[in-house]
C-alpha cells in the first residue's frame, strides 16, 4: 500500500505532518529504505554531536535514537493488538518518562544503532505478516482511531521527523 491511498479517518489529525512528509512511498518498502538511510545518516554525524544538547532540557541524539526505538516498540505492539482485532482501547505514553528513565547517553552509539536495526527488522517481518485485512483493522490508541497500516506509515513519518529535526537543531 502506498501512503497517497491511506484514508485520512484511519489516523489522527496530530500525525498529519508526519504522514504528509513522508511523501508517497510504498510501506514495507520504505521500513526499510529508511532504516539504512538513518542509519547512514546517523554514522555521519560527528562524534561530538551525540550528548549535545542545543537547549537546557532538550534530549541530546542518543536520546532521540532511544526515543525512536521505545516509540517503534510500542507502535508496534498497537500494530499486533489490532490486527489481531483486539478491541481493548490502548493507552497512550509520556514519552518524556520513557527518556528519563533510559540510559542512553551511556550507551555507545553502534549499540544504540544496532538495538534500533533489531527492533525496525522485527517491525518489518511485522507488517510484512499482516493480510490486506488486518493492515486495514482499525482500533483505538491515545484515545483516537488508527488502522494498523497508519501505524506503519506513522512508524516511517516519526523517524524522518526526528531525522529531520537532527539536521536543523544538532548538526
Given at each position: ?100 528513565n533510559t540510559s542512553a547517553n551511556a550507551r555507545s ?30 482500533g483505538v490508541a491515545s484515545n483516537v482511531d488508527v ?25
Open positions: 500500500m502506498e501512503s497517497n491511498q491511506l484514508p485520512v479517518n484511519e489516523y489522527a489529525a496530530f500525525y498529519s505532518p508526519y504522514i504528509n512528509a513522508i511523501g508517497n512511498v510504498v510501506l514495507i518498502e520504505e521500513l526499510e529504505i529508511c532504516l539504512h538511510d538513518f542509519i547512514k545518516f546517523v554514522q555521519n554525524i560527528p562524534m561530538d554531536k551525540f550528548d549535545f544538547r542545543y537547549a537546557e532540557g532538550k534530549w541530546t541524539i542518543k536520546d532521540i535514537i532511544q526515543h525512536l526505538i521505545d516509540a517503534e516498540r510500542i507502535f508496534s505492539y498497537r500494530a499486533l493488538r489490532i490486527s489481531r482485532n483486539d478491541k481493548t482501547p490502548l493507552p497512550g505514553f509520556e514519552e518524556n518518562d520513557y527518556v528519563d552509539i553502534q549499540d544504540l544503532l544496532t538495538e534500533f536495526s533489531a527492533v525496525r527488522q522485527s517491525t518489518l517481518l511485522l507488517f510484512k505478516s499482516f493480510s490486506e485485512e488486518q493492515l486495514k483493522r482499525m488502522s494498523v497500516r497508519a501505524i506503519g506509515f506513522i512508524i516511517i513519518g516519526h523517524q524522518k521527523h526526528h531525522q529531520k529535526v537532527f539536521q536543523e537543531r544538532y548538526l
